[in-house]
């Protein structure tokens, strides 16, 4: 199996295996970033463990690409505590629905590196993605969970395409493991400081939900998409990305009943509808 096969297989288990994290924003009964600050801190432990049973690269190249790695972990954290945020108060199909406004957002964002501008198609699809999120939000108002949800998850977002493209721009000649080590580390150490809940307060069920996304949903897909980023482009990831909302919403009402409204359906396939078409015509 070549480089470009082996990368598509990779983003494609990913995305199945992210589409579940959704749940967790709901089971695990803690603040985002308590559940992030954990999850960060698990994830590279177990990648740390992985790395060092199958020999893998761990050693850093040199200082600058540390201070990459520390600022992709960074993003990375808050990508993760607002997209967990807006899941808990919106719901977890409307959460990963204003999520995936990123592989839009990735193609206004990755032309600045090649010193290339947003094609007339780019930016129309990005009034199509507007379209989209305008169906989903109920009304305007900043007391609606709704549109709050949606806001933050527009938010992360942002953060994610910006990781993504730095990731694939800067560090490409990592692997995916190597990368979410630090990344992941980083993540949890940035939240760290603003937990409310100190380890001696979860409990044991707690941990054992942190673990299991740290490690089975966290850890693996994430080096899986990463990994995928040395072979392909960031946007062309997000046509078989635009799935994991689908799984999510599914996940979603077998396990936790939660059934998104009309607006809400069609928004999303509004939304990813767009994110499909950009990249499938990358």
């Known amino acids: 199996m070549d480089n470009h096969k082996r990368s598509l297989l990779?983003?494609?288990v990913a995305i199945l295996f992210l589409g579940v994290t959704g749940l967790f924003s709901k089971l695990v009964e803690l603040p985002a970033i308590d559940i992030i600050a954990y999850r960060g801190i698990l994830a590279a432990l177990t990648l740390l463990i992985i790395l060092a049973v199958t020999r893998g690269a761990i050693r850093i190249h040199n200082i600058k690409h540390l201070a990459i790695m520390i600022g992709l972990g960074?993003?990375?954290g808050i990508h993760w505590v607002s997209y967990f945020y807006s899941m808990q108060i919106s719901g977890i199909a409307v959460g990963m629905i204003a999520l995936f406004t990123y592989p839009v957002m990735t193609v206004f964002i990755e032309p600045l590196f090649h010193g290339d501008k947003p094609k007339s198609k780019d930016v129309f699809c990005g009034l199509i993605m507007l379209t989209g999120v305008?169906?989903?939000v109920p009304?305007?108002?900043i007391s609606n969970s709704i549109t709050i949800g949606i806001f933050w998850g527009i938010f992360s977002a942002v953060f994610f395409s910006l990781r993504n493209v730095l990731q694939r721009h800067y560090l490409s000649q990592y692997g995916g493991l190597t990368s979410m080590l630090y990344q992941s580390f980083f993540a949890g150490i940035v939240a760290l400081p603003f937990i409310s809940s100190p380890p001696s307060s979860i409990t044991v069920n707690q941990w054992v939900l942190l673990l299991v996304l740290a490690s089975v949903f966290t850890a693996i897909p994430h080096s899986l998409f990463a990994s995928s980023l040395r072979h392909l482009k960031a946007k062309?990831?997000?046509l078989i990305a635009s799935l994991?909302?689908?799984y999510g919403a599914i996940l979603a009402f077998l396990v936790l009943s939660e059934q998104p409204s009309l607006s809400t359906l069609l928004g999303g396939i509004v939304i990813l509808g767009a994110a499909t078409y950009e990249s499938y015509s990358a």
Do not use: T
């Open 10 to 12: 990779s983003v494609h």
């Open 134 to 136: 305008i169906l989903i």
């Open 74 to 76: 960074f993003l990375l």
């Open 236 to 238: 062309s990831v997000g």
């Open 139 to 141: 009304d305007f108002s």
């Open 244 to 246: 994991q909302p689908l």
